[in-house]
């Protein structure tokens, strides 16, 4: 799960961990906080509802354009109800996929390997419906970021944002 706020993403360490495991490319700041913890950090399972903050302009506009991790933004308005019919049409197209790619001979899932990435992708956004859903039932306690208030200062250009602004 993801959660964009105050200019900044918050990404479940679970999902982190897909995205380690399925090989793709993170971002620096990611990275770096992931070589500056041990081993086990991504791997504790029992740490796998917290989150990790990431500030980086960048970082954010990566985690925007992933699709199959799941944006709490667009589900939390919903109720559990309209989140479960999601996540069913969601299943069927995963077990429709799964069905149709373990009938293919080895070749033909060589020529289509794209398939499996794509019952990954749908068992991620699985899981993560699963967790708003169990989350809005109370049943999964989940350590959101708080919205914080903006600075009134915020809106004001920094004494360094003057000096290193391009003029043109």
Same mark, same amino acid.
């Given at each position: 799960?993801?959660?964009?706020?105050?200019?900044?993403?918050?990404?479940?360490?679970?999902?982190?961990?897909?995205?380690?495991?399925?090989?793709?490319?993170?971002?620096?700041?990611?990275?770096?906080?992931?070589?500056? !913890?041990?081993?086990?950090?991504? @791997?504790?399972?029992?740490?796998? $509802? +917290?989150?990790? #903050?990431?500030?980086?302009? /960048? =970082?954010?506009?990566?985690?925007?354009?992933?699709?199959?991790?799941?944006?709490?933004?667009?589900?939390?308005?919903?109720?559990?109800?309209?989140?479960?019919?999601?996540?069913?049409?969601?299943?069927?197209? !995963?077990?429709?996929?799964?069905? @149709?790619?373990?009938?293919?001979? $080895? +070749?033909?899932? #060589?020529?289509?390997?794209? /398939? =499996?990435?794509?019952?990954?992708?749908?068992?991620?956004?699985?899981?993560?419906?699963?967790?708003?859903?169990?989350?809005?039932?109370?049943?999964?306690?989940?350590?959101?970021?708080?919205?914080?208030?903006?600075?009134?200062?915020?809106?004001?250009?920094?004494?360094?944002?003057?000096?290193?602004?391009?003029?043109?």
């Amino acid at each position: 799960m993801k959660i964009f706020m105050n200019k900044k993403v918050y990404v479940s360490k679970k999902d982190v961990r897909f995205l380690v495991d399925l090989g793709a490319r993170i971002p620096i700041e990611l990275n770096d906080i992931l070589l500056a !913890k041990d081993d086990e950090y991504l @791997y504790d399972e029992k740490s796998d $509802d +917290e989150f990790i #903050e990431l500030c980086d302009e /960048m =970082s954010v506009e990566y985690f925007k354009d992933i699709p199959f991790i799941v944006n709490y933004g667009e589900y939390k308005n919903l109720d559990v109800e309209e989140i479960r019919n999601i996540a069913c049409e969601t299943t069927v197209q !995963k077990n429709l996929l799964e069905k @149709y790619y373990n009938n293919l001979t $080895d +070749e033909e899932k #060589e020529k289509n390997y794209f /398939m =499996s990435f794509r019952i990954k992708y749908l068992i991620n956004i699985l899981i993560g419906l699963i967790d708003i859903i169990q989350y809005k039932d109370g049943s999964l306690m989940l350590d959101l970021p708080k919205r914080q208030k903006p600075s009134p200062y915020d809106k004001y250009p920094t004494f360094i944002d003057n000096v290193f602004t391009k003029r043109i």
